[in-house]
């Protein structure tokens, strides 16, 4: 059966993130940007991003995340939304919405644009713009979401969570309702590139976790046809692996700033595989037949424990990025999972860091050696 | 299992709320609704009660067009694009005009 699988070819992606820039004025210790940030000089132009709509849209992608870093950092989003627009796909915008002037958001609006997800890094402002490092970001964050909303457009808040804003929990639903947000998600910190480093400073003790867990449970259903809220599961504490990008390979892809095509954000800090570039290769053909979008996909490359799981098709053997950070090797089970002989140890691991009072380490681009101007 | 979901009326007029939308998806075959990171990819049932759903027409004109359409019993298609139409309100991918 998974070799019949294996052989055929596989789906086309139903989604794209296309991270346009990494640029953003915010620091937060947990972006899921990697550690050595891509320099504006080496992005992609308007011209090429168009093509790589035109390109996802041909392939069958439906939905484009136009992210970063903070896209609206690129002077030219209204025309990328535009060139989304004109092949019909579905654009989210991701951003933090501290500079997004009114007539811009309303050019955007005007392109086409179909749903505004705002981050918010915590309830309060004095959470907030210490999270970000940025002071006054939580009083923009608030006004931007008005104008969202007297644009029409469709707002989702998504906060990150951990250590220090966990406890906001019931005010983070609140400001929610209160901003007029019709989606809320509430995503646990992944511990990956800046939040693998900050992981001692981030992550929540075991009880705080299960907690917030109960309480996105209540929430949800006391405000079910209000209010949807998703939430991003904590796995360091749990039994099973998170079904890691629903697969491999399998129902979306990320374009870095550069150009590299990715099978999720943290795919490179995997030694050994080679990131295709839109620049040299068109999506199609990187979707299907590069190496690193085969190298994980389906069930052929699973562990024997794997392989023989009944829910090796639901979890997808959970995630490779992690099976690297936690144990050396990306083609091991995922940790996190029960059945892993790491499994002690990743628990120990969150509990230890959790009771540690390390300082955050901001995202910020490596100085330069050579006067360079980024 | 739906304990909020409002009772639609037959007069009711309902519409896709702005960030939903209902596309055909010629990659894989079939239709879908569109929403803020969400893909529903629908049955031909709910394709045809979606593709009548123009912010005009009320639920029972749409009602009496499938009847029409499919030459089923009336009552029936009633009841399930009522219970239908209630749960994707319910998931805010609906809203009554």
Redesign the interface.
Known sequence: MSHLDDSARP??P??MLAELTHRCPLQCPYCSNPLELTRKRDELDTATWQRVFAEAAE??V??VHLSGGEPAARSDLEALVASCVEH?L?T?LITAGVNLSRARLDALAEAGL??V?LSIQGATAEVNDRIANLPGAFEKKRAFAAEVTDA???L?LNSVIHRHNLHQLPELVELALDLGA??L?IAHAQYYGWALENRAALMPPREQVMEALALVEAAR?RL??KL?I?AVVPDYYARLPKPCMNGWGRQSLNVTPAGRVLPCHAAETIPGLAFWNVREHGLGEIWYDSPAFNAYRGTAWMPDTCQSCERREIDWGGCRCQALALTGDASQMDPVCERSPYHDEVQTLAIVDASRDAEFRYRRFAREASGGKS | MNPSAPALAEEAIVRLPRGVRLREDKARGGWVLLAPERVFQLDPVAREVLSRVDGERDIGAIVDDLAAAFAAPRERILGDVRAMLADLILKQVLEVA
Do not use: K, M
């Open positions: 789906a086309p139903l989604g392939l069958g439906l939905q019909g579905y989210n179909d749903h997800q029409g457009l469709p989702t019709r989606r998600e259903e079910a046809g949807v998703d």
